[in-house]
């Protein structure tokens, strides 16, 4: 029986954009079906998580250029793009998920859309805040962009978004990526993956 992996991710962590390029591979040869679960982790970090803040004030700075070295490192083992931070760090990416919920009925349409989502904010650079990006993404994509543009700004839309980071958190979410396995089993964070296959294989 397949194990069913659940990903909540937010489109500007680029932790999630490691773990989002990474996780078919760590799971390569394992019966699993995964669901992309588009939330603002905005929301959660100042529902549960509000420290995040602190640790990017300028008297952070040294350990900021630390971590961001190292993201650029296991960027490059994922043989992903990772031109970050930007000036359009940190992102305001209530506009991009949006279009993501918008999609979430259509997993591999949104799985298609957010990987060329993830390759325009961190290696192209581009801002993801701004709609008539969101339009180009999906319409590289074979989406109508503007279609897509008017549902994303419909009530029910920004209510999935809302549900959706909601339940994250009801099921103790306190950042993204955050992976749940066999709907009980919680994980975080793209250096989590060999838990996530350890636990689907057991579960398998």
Not at 106 to 127: K, M, S, V, W
Request: with cysteine; hydrophobic share 40%; charged share 20%.
């Amino acid at each position: 029986m397949s194990v069913p992996v659940e990903f909540f991710f937010d489109l500007s962590s680029p932790w999630t954009r490691l773990a989002f390029a990474n996780i078919r591979p760590a799971l390569d040869g394992l019966d699993y079906t995964i669901r992309w679960r588009p939330f603002l982790v905005g929301g959660v970090f100042n529902a549960v998580n509000p420290t995040v803040y602190e640790s990017r004030k300028p008297e952070n700075a040294a350990k900021l250029a630390r971590s961001f070295e190292w993201l650029k490192q296991w960027a490059q083992l994922a043989g992903v793009g990772m031109n970050f931070p930007t000036e359009h760090h940190p992102l305001k990416s209530v506009h991009a998920m949006r279009f993501c919920c918008a999609l979430e009925d259509d997993q591999q349409a949104l799985e298609r859309f957010a990987h060329a989502a993830f390759e325009a904010y961190f290696t192209e650079g581009r801002n993801l805040d701004d709609p008539a990006v969101l339009v180009d993404v999906a319409d590289a994509c074979g989406f109508g962009g503007s279609a897509l543009k008017e549902q994303a700004t419909s009530q029910p839309v920004k209510d999935q978004l809302r549900t959706n980071t909601e339940k994250a958190i009801e099921r103790g979410a306190f950042g993204s990526p955050t992976l749940f396995v066999g709907s009980e089993h919680m994980y975080f964070g793209n250096d989590q993956l060999p838990l996530v296959r350890q636990k689907v294989a057991e579960l398998a």
